[in-house]
C-alpha cells in the first residue's frame, strides 16, 4: 500500500499497519508493541528522507512463518536510522537530555530484528516480530 510521507498520512499509516496485523491475527499484546515501533519509524522517514519534500511512503505487511514482518520504502535520499550511534542519557534529567536518539534506541528494544537496505533510489527498512 502506498501513503503520502506526510506526518497528515500518520494515522492512515498505522491503521494499515495494525489493520494487517490483525488479518494477519497477530496477538493484540504485540500489536500495541509494534504500533510504537512502527510509528518512530515513520515519523523518522517522514522527517529525514524527504527533507520537507513531499514523497511516498511504501508499506508491505506479511506472515513468514512465525514472523509478522513490515517493510518500509522510501524514495527518499539515503537515511539508516538503524546506523545512529545512540547514548541515552538516561542518568541525565529528562530537561536537560539532548533532543534525539530516543526513539531509535526504543525502535532497537521492541523490535526482534530490523533491517536496512539502499536499493537503487529506494530505503529499505525492515521490522520483524516473533509471533511465538
Given at each position: 500500500m502506498e501513503f503520502s510521507a506526510s506526518l497528515n498520512s500518520?494515522?492512515?499509516?498505522?491503521?494499515?499497519?495494525?489493520?494487517?496485523?490483525?488479518?494477519?491475527?497477530?496477538?493484540?499484546?504485540?500489536?500495541?508493541?509494534?504500533?510504537?515501533?512502527?510509528?518512530?519509524?515513520?515519523?523518522?522517514?517522514?522527517s529525514y528522507a524527504y527533507r520537507k519534500k513531499s514523497g511516498k511512503l511504501e508499506v508491505v505487511c506479511q506472515k513468514k512463518g512465525q514472523r509478522f514482518e513490515i517493510i518500509l520504502r522510501d524514495y527518499g535520499i539515503p537515511f539508516n536510522p538503524i546506523d545512529v550511534t545512540i547514548n541515552p542519557q538516561f542518568d541525565t534529567p529528562?530537561?536537560?537530555r539532548r533532543v534525539g536518539g530516543m526513539g531509535i534506541f526504543l525502535l532497537r528494544k521492541t523490535i526482534d530484528e530490523v533491517s536496512y537496505q539502499r536499493e537503487g533510489k529506494h530505503n529499505i527498512l525492515r521490522l520483524a516480530f516473533n509471533l511465538s
Open positions: 500518520l494515522s492512515e499509516i498505522m491503521d494499515y499497519i495494525r489493520e494487517q496485523a490483525q488479518v494477519h491475527e497477530v496477538p493484540a499484546s504485540l500489536i500495541s508493541k509494534m504500533e510504537l515501533a512502527c510509528e518512530e519509524a515513520v515519523v523518522n522517514i517522514i529528562v530537561l536537560e
